[in-house]
Every structure is written in C-alpha cells, then in structure tokens.
C-alpha cells in the first residue's frame, strides 16, 4: 500500500524529494486525485501529495495574474476570479467524472501539469500559454524557478512550456502564476441540427473561417447529443453542432445575427445564458462519455479539417462513438463496450493528416501494457530522455507515467 | 561584456574548415573573404561587432543537419542567424564560430485555409507571411516593429512580440509546428497542422531559445481572420500616473485592446517632429488604444474607453474617423526609434517589463536614474502589457558615453526586477542582458535551464556567450549531489 507524504509547503517538497532521491525511492506525484488513472501507472510505494499547497499566495485583477500554490483547488480559484468578472480562459475541463475522481478536488498544478484545456483553446489558447511562473522542485531534490508574474517575458527559457504537460515528471510544483482575462459579459450558442460528421466539421471550419471569433466549435453526433442534460440540446433528437459566441453584449448579439445569416441554409436554433454555459461545460468535461464508465476513452488531436475523416477511417476498423471539439481538432472517442483499446487502429486513423492519440481511460493492465502517449520518433523520443535526464536524473518523479524509462 | 576565449586552434585550421564547409554548400554558400566576412559582424544590437571565421548559407534542411554534424563533431561554434534584426545580440558572431545563415530559407510552402495556417520556411519575413493571406483576409498576428525585415525563424528564435501581443499572443501562442535541427544532426519535427504536444512541449521549449538549442528549418503559424473593424484613440493626459490608472482602469472594465501603447514627452515630441501625426504636444503621457472587432463592438468599446478616459482626467480625446486617420496615430508611435534616432546621435534601446500598476513609479525613478548619468531618456511603452522601451539617449563620439549608456540601462532593468517584473520582455537576453540574469534568477535556477541546453547540445556549441553568464560544462552539470538518506520530517503526517 502506498503511503502518502503529505507536503505543507515548497521547503517540505524540496526535503521529501531529496529523500526520495538519497533513498532511491520513487514517488508519485499527486494535486487532488481528480484524474486517477490518466497515464501509465507509476509503480511508487510514495506518493507526494501537494494538495495541501492551496493557498491563492495573490490576485491582482488589473495585473490579470494569479498566484496560487500548485495544490490550490480550481474551484476556489473560479470563485475568486468570478468575483471580479474574470477567469481562466483556457476554460480548464473538470475530469473527474469521465475518469472517476472526487468532485471539485482538481487543483490548478493539476490541470498545468496536464496541460489541459476547454473548447475556448481555439480562441484564447491552452493552459500552457497562461502559465506564465513556476516554482518546484526536480527529482534533484532542488527547488528552483523559472518566468515571473508579467506575461511579457522572455527571460531565459520558457520552463512553464516545457512543465506544462509534463505531467509531474520533471518537477513537482509549489507555486504557479497564471495569466488571468476578463469574464465574457454575453455568451450565445447557435445549434446546426442534423449534420452528419463530415458535413459539421465543414460547417464548424465555415464558422472557424468568418471573422466572427467564435470561442467554441463543437459537434455532438446524434447519440452523443442524445446523453445531453441540456433539454434544448436532448431534445432535437438528432445531431447538434454548436457554434459559441461570447464577447461584449452588443457584439455578441451582432455577431450572432451575422452568423445566423451566414448558416441561414441549415436548420438551426440558439442556445441562452445558462443552457449554453451547461451544454460547453459537458463538451468541456466530454461529460456525455461519464455515462459510459466502462467503455475505454480516447482524446486526439488532429487538424481540424481532418477531424471527421480521421474518425471515417478509425471506424472502419473499431466501433466507437465521437465527440468533436476546437473545430473538429479535438475528437473524445468511446469505443465501443468490450474492446480493450484498439491503439494501433487508432493511431493508424491518424493517418497522414496526423496529430497525436491520448488514451484517456482504460484499465490499469491496458495501460501498462498500450503506449498511452503517442509513441515519438526516435530522435524525439531520445531528446526527451535526455530532457528528464536533467530534471530526474534517477528517476524519482513519477517514472514511466508519459513514456517508459522517462 | 566578455565573450568566451576564441580557439585559436580553431581559427588555425580556417581553410580546411572553409574546405569543408563548401563540400556540403558548393559555389557561393560559403563566405570566407574577409572584406565579405563583414556586413555579417554584427546584428541590431551594433554596439557589439565580430566577424565570424565563416558564413555558410545552406538552402536545405539535409545540407543544415550535415554542416551541424561536421561541426558538432569538429568542435566548431555555430551561431545561426535569420535577417541579423536581434536587439539583444543573439546573432552576434564569434571569431571561431560559422555563422550560418538561413536567408535562403525564403519559400512559403503551404497555405492552408482549411485550417487556418501557414508552413513557411525559417527565412521568410514576418510580413510576408501576412501578403501572402490577406487577399483572403488573413494574417499573421505578431508584428514586431522590425517584421519588414525579420524573419519568422528568427521570431521563434525570439518568441517575438509587438503591438498586438496584449490580445493576440507573442510568437509562442501562435506557432503550431516546427522542423529543427539538432547540433547533431537529427532532424526533429515538433507538433504540425494540430494543437498541443503530445509529450513534453518542445515547441514551447524551444521557442524563445535564442538559437541555442537548434536551428530551425521549417515553420507552421496560425493564421487569423483579419477583424471587420478597427479603430484607435489618441488620448493625451498631463501625468503619467493618470495616463497609468487609465490603462489599469480599461483593463479592469473588462476590455482587452488590440493594442495600448504609451509615449512620454520626449517620445512624443521626437515623434511629431520626425512624421507629424498630429501628437498633441501640450501632454506629459500620450496612449494610444486601439479596438477591434465587428464594427459594432468596436463603436461600443470607443465609447465605453472615451468615458474611462474622461473619468480619468485625459486633457485630450480623439478617436480615429477613418483608417487613413488610425494609421496616422499609429504611424509616430511606429516610427518612434527612428524618430529618437533623429534628437540624439546613438540611442540604446532597452526592454524591461513590470507589472502595470508599477509604471508612474518606474517613470519616476527612471527621470532620477536620467539625472544621475546625465543622459536623457525617451520611453515608448507597451502599456497594456508592462513592456517597457526606455530609449537611452547618448553618443558613441563621446568617451564613455556608451559604457555610462549601458550602465544606466543595467540600473533600469535592474529597477525592473526589482518591481516585480523582469529583465527582457520580447528582445531577448542574448550578449546584452547576459551578465544580468544573476538578478531575476539564482545558481540552482539558471542550472536547471543550462541542463536543458544540454539535452540539445551537449558540448555546448551552438551559439555558446549568449544568454548564460556563466558556461558549465554538461558532465558536471549532469552530477547528482545526494544530501542524506532520512526522512526529515518525523512528525509529517504520513497517510
């Protein structure tokens, strides 16, 4: 049974660490446990919890940063930013459901290390590009840090690039600042309903090419929309393909008539306030696939043109079920019940337009023994060992959870 | 400012090299005449000057892995250079080092509208990536003041800013993918057509390094619609602290410009004088704040900043009536450096950022530190993002106006640290801010950022001087120190 080090501040990290490291013990890196069983399983009979790094250290609203400890939860953070009409605007997705964790336990280093990010990532990029300062300590057991509290900054090299989905193998992180944007005041959802894959991923990539800045472009396929808790989404019984709007009020009303007129040659309907935060909050979390708890999960990245296509070719070789995000760039797949992961036809669905294939959930043998992470050429694959190298040398942080040996 | 010792070894063995060189970049890829040798000497930061041992100038990505190979292997410096506009040095040659040039490099090869980006080749301009879309109402978002002549590479090279970079992104948020080439000569390609790594973020990694951890042969950007509307206000105000709560009172309305720039008195002066945009010259702090969007948005958001800047105390509002009259406002601020260039023989440009709310004091201190060296001092400044662009006025004719220069400039950046912001905010650290990073950051910090050089480049060979004040090697670098093998903290709560 693992035991947990449960760290109070940075200089405890740094002393756990260098145990860890004098002892030849290592450790699993955990912030709130929301995502369990993302990744390869690391075998550590530790396990390092940051979740106690909570405190938001500093919000400074007309800087538009924010300071917090690696473990401060999201939902605190949300709170506190809500407060003053802002908020992360990478819009991070909340896990937990789809892979089983507890509710509101997700932590802001959490979400960094993953680099995970919401539909708003077309429009206002990822979580690595609001991570703007880093404190942590390397699996040299030293703590060091990198960047500032200014977004503008190109001091030395980007260490939050390179920490940002590197999910707690370099270095466990203390303190993190993250850039922070003024709250939308209006939000506006038109619905297109009834395309198929390939006609919604042309139309999302219509909507994509207007200049009215859509900050969400999603695809529920039939049955997809069918498992929706949005009864305006549920209801139309059929395909929906979502196009967000948000900005000020007046603009977001223009745009939304623009765009209307655009589409004028589709059946369509729009969404308000609350029922479209809801429906982009379930794309976000792709929450319709938590209904299906035993069904194996996969999340690609693809160019968004490519999308449906990349989808046409995998489903040649393996049922599944698809939910398209960021213009068809993102595709959740569930595959369908019994298979154990198909990686090789998904991987080769990618075909020559490429990207890169994430299992998301599956079970811990699966995972042990399929790539989770998309396999890299070898020189790719060698630099990154030697970039761990330098963090982890003996291979303390959370070993083998992106790639084997790293 | 020390550069490392050149090789003389290596200098010795200059025709064999320059021998070498030509066998894998035949005919006139090779410069080795010295009288050739010396447009190359120095880049935008041309108080510092070097010729190198030899130009190459390869024309693909085969003859570019090659030349690193054979000088990976050699133990020959290579410093890569894009069109030579780095402010910061980081193209600066060294005595023993090739300098490799990727100007031939200057074919777009792909437009893809489908998914709105751009694959160009590391030597093509900033600019030209936006001509070649903008009949289709695209461009390129960054736009460096140099992106006329810079190029794209070397923006990754830099993670470029420029005016829009508050709303838009710098080069960073607007890169998809690169080609690379390692100082061994691998070529790795680092993301494409798609978002996000799907291992560690390389590309991120990689942009803003300065040319230290490979050289760059291909380039994917994103592309964005051009917004239908677009316009600016000039407001002029009587203290730079007004012309401050204006800029953090717009940002805490909820509004994000596409661009908020600021001048000060001497900017503005040498800027009307130099192009007469029509500055009000009776101010102390000029913003310029520009909207876009629909043209509905961007006549509510006119409105709602004239109202904050009213409130503010602004002596002077206007509010550009056509594009020609917005390019106007834009056009003194655009030609600021040159305009400054015109007031005084030799000008040092710096580039600290802080935090916004810190600007009035910044200004404040920085008229003392103008004092105390008994140079003037002119400020542009990216104002909705705390980048700083004190323009230290001097002359190189004069003795030991330079070095009283640089170490007003040193005492500038140092005041920017020391607010909370940091050292260089889009034109690198290079040769010039070099010897400074000691201030943002400590021993432990700085080697766990040379370990990454290391994982690229092992004996340290590309453009080696820059950025790291002080070079370690990578085996001592590599040395793991284990301090004790007990737990510390007994009492811990252990679950």
């Known amino acids: 049974m693992a035991e947990t080090l449960r760290l109070a501040n940075a200089e405890q990290v740094r002393q756990a660490v260098a145990w860890a490291l004098a002892a030849g013990e290592p450790l699993e890196v955990v912030g709130g446990g929301s995502k369990p069983g993302l990744g390869r399983p690391v075998s550590a009979r530790h396990r390092l919890d940051l979740g106690h790094l909570a405190t938001i250290v500093s919000y400074e609203p007309e800087e538009l940063v924010l300071t917090a400890g690696a473990g401060a939860r999201l939902c605190d953070i949300h709170e506190a930013l809500a407060a003053r009409d802002?908020?992360?605007?990478?819009?991070?997705?909340?896990?937990?459901?789809?892979?089983?964790?507890?509710?509101?336990?997700?932590?802001?280093?959490?979400?960094?290390?993953?680099?995970?990010?919401?539909?708003?990532?077309?429009?206002?990029?990822?979580?690595?590009?609001?991570?703007?300062?880093?404190?942590?300590?390397?699996?040299?057991?030293?703590?060091?840090?990198?960047?500032?509290?200014?977004?503008?900054?190109?001091?030395?090299?980007?260490?939050?690039?390179?920490?940002?989905?590197?999910?707690?193998?370099?270095?466990?992180?203390?303190?993190?600042?993250?850039?922070?944007?003024?709250?939308?005041?209006?939000?506006r959802t038109l619905l297109l309903l009834g395309l198929d894959d390939d006609a919604a991923v042309a139309a999302l990539g219509r909507a994509a090419r207007t200049p009215f800045e859509?900050?969400?472009?999603?695809?529920?396929?039939?049955?997809?929309?069918?498992?929706?808790?949005?009864?305006?989404?549920?209801?139309?019984?059929?395909?929906?393909?979502?196009?967000?709007?948000?900005?000020?009020?007046?603009?977001?009303?223009?745009?939304?008539?623009?765009?209307?007129?655009?589409?004028?040659?589709?059946?369509?309907?729009?969404?308000?306030?609350?029922?479209?935060?809801?429906?982009?909050?379930?794309?976000?979390?792709?929450?319709?696939?938590?209904?299906?708890?035993?069904?194996?999960?996969?999340?690609?990245?693809?160019?968004?043109?490519?999308?449906?296509?990349?989808?046409?070719?995998?489903?040649?070789?393996?049922?599944?079920?698809?939910?398209?995000?960021?213009?068809?760039?993102?595709?959740?797949?569930?595959?369908?019940?019994?298979?154990?992961?198909?990686?090789?036809?998904?991987?080769?669905?990618?075909?020559?337009?490429?990207?890169?294939?994430?299992?998301?959930?599956?079970?811990?043998?699966?995972?042990?023994?399929?790539?989770?992470?998309?396999?890299?050429?070898?020189?790719?694959?060698?630099?990154?060992?030697?970039?761990?190298?330098?963090?982890?040398?003996?291979?303390?942080?959370?070993?083998?959870?992106?790639?084997?040996?790293? | 400012m020390r550069m490392p010792e050149p090789d003389a070894a290596v200098i010795g063995r200059k025709p064999a090299i320059v021998a070498a060189l030509s066998a894998i970049v035949p005919g006139e890829g090779v410069i080795a005449d010295e009288d050739a040798l010396k447009p190359y000497e120095c880049d935008g930061l041309s108080a510092y000057r070097q010729p190198p041992l030899a130009v190459v100038l390869p024309e693909t990505a085969d003859q570019v892995a090659r030349l690193l190979k054979l000088c990976d292997s050699q133990g020959i410096n290579v410093v890569p250079r894009g069109a030579g506009t780095s402010l910061s040095g980081g193209a600066l040659p060294l005595a023993d080092g090739v300098l490799l040039g990727l100007g031939k490099f200057n074919r777009i090869l792909d437009i893809d509208y489908a998914n709105r980006c751009v694959v160009a080749q590391p030597g093509v301009t900033n600019l030209a990536i936006t001509q070649a879309v903008e009949e289709e109402g695209y461009y390129y978002a960054p736009d460096p003041s140099s992106q006329i002549s810079c190029t794209i590479g070397g923006n990754v090279a830099e993670n470029s800013g420029g005016v829009h970079c508050l709303k838009y992104g710098l080069t960073t948020n607007n890169l998809l993918g690169l080609e690379m080439v390692l100082m061994n000569g691998e070529v790795v390609r680092l993301g494409g057509k798609h978002l996000d790594a799907e291992g560690y973020d390389i590309l991120g990694l990689v942009t803003g390094s300065e040319g230290l951890l490979g050289v760059i042969t291909e380039v994917t950007v994103r592309i964005l619609r051009r917004p239908p509307a677009a316009r600016a206000l000039l407001i002029g105000f009587s203290t730079n602290e007004s012309a401050g709560q204006c800029v953090a009172k717009v940002i805490g309305a909820g509004i994000i410009p596409g661009g908020m720039e600021m001048m000060d008195r001497p900017a503005i002066h040498a800027a009307e004088d130099f192009c007469h945009p029509g500055y009000p010259l009776d101010v102390e702090a000029l913003l310029i704040v520009e909207l876009d969007g629909t043209q509905a948005e961007v006549a509510e958001l006119i409105e709602r900043v004239r109202a904050i800047a009213e409130a503010t105390g602004a002596v002077s509002v206007r509010a550009s009536e056509s594009e020609a009259e917005r390019q106007r406002f834009w056009a003194g601020r655009k030609a600021a450096f040159p305009a400054v260039g015109r007031i005084s023989p030799d000008y040092y440009c710096m580039d600290g950022t802080i935090p916004r709310g810190r600007l009035a004091e910044v200004l404040a201190r920085m008229q003392e530190l103008s004092r105390e060296h008994g140079l003037r001092v002119a400020n542009v400044f990216h104002a909705g993002d705390g980048n700083l662009h004190p323009l230290i006025l001097y002359d190189a004719n004069v003795g030991g106006e330079l070095e009283k220069a640089e170490e007003m400039g040193a005492a500038i950046l140092k005041l920017c640290v020391e607010v909370g912001g940091v050292l260089t905010g889009e034109h690198g650290v290079g040769v010039e801010k070099r010897d400074l990073m000691g201030v943002m950051f400590n021993d432990t910090d700085l080697d766990h950022q040379q370990r990454v050089k290391c994982a690229f480049d092992p004996a340290g060979r590309l453009n080696p001087g820059k950025m790291f004040p002080i070079l370690h090697r990578c085996a001592e670098l590599g040395r793991v120190h284990v301090h004790r093998g007990r737990l510390p903290f007994p009492d811990l709560p252990r679950f």
């Open chain 1, 214 to 406: 859509a900050s969400g472009l999603a695809h529920l396929p039939a049955e997809v929309a069918a498992l929706s808790s949005v009864p305006e989404v549920a209801a139309h019984r059929g395909a929906v393909t979502a196009i967000r709007l948000e900005g000020p009020r007046e603009s977001v009303a223009d745009r939304a008539q623009s765009l209307a007129r655009e589409f004028s040659d589709l059946p369509s309907a729009s969404l308000d306030r609350e029922a479209s935060r809801a429906l982009w909050a379930e794309v976000r979390d792709a929450a319709p696939f938590a209904a299906w708890p035993d069904r194996v999960v996969w999340r690609l990245a693809v160019p968004p043109a490519a999308g449906a296509e990349t989808v046409a070719r995998i489903k040649a070789q393996v049922g599944c079920t698809a939910l398209y995000d960021w213009a068809g760039g993102l595709i959740w797949l569930a595959l369908d019940r019994g298979i154990e992961a198909a990686a090789e036809s998904v991987r080769a669905g990618l075909g020559a337009p490429g990207g890169h294939a994430l299992l998301v959930r599956a079970r811990a043998d699966v995972r042990r023994r399929v790539p989770v992470f998309q396999p890299q050429a070898p020189a790719l694959a060698a630099l990154s060992a030697r970039i761990k190298d330098g963090f982890d040398p003996k291979r303390i942080l959370n070993p083998g959870r992106m790639y084997e040996g790293v």
């Open chain 1, 86 to 187: 802002q908020e992360l605007a990478f819009e991070p997705p909340d896990l937990a459901p789809l892979l089983g964790g507890p509710p509101d336990a997700a932590t802001i280093g959490g979400i960094l290390a993953c680099n995970l990010s919401g539909p708003r990532r077309i429009k206002a990029g990822a979580a690595r590009d609001h991570f703007i300062g880093v404190k942590g300590v390397s699996g040299r057991g030293e703590a060091f840090k990198s960047g500032g509290r200014v977004v503008k900054n190109v001091t030395g090299y980007d260490m939050s690039k390179l920490l940002a989905g590197s999910h707690g193998t370099l270095a466990a992180l203390t303190e993190v600042s993250v850039r922070v944007l003024p709250a939308a005041e209006a939000t």
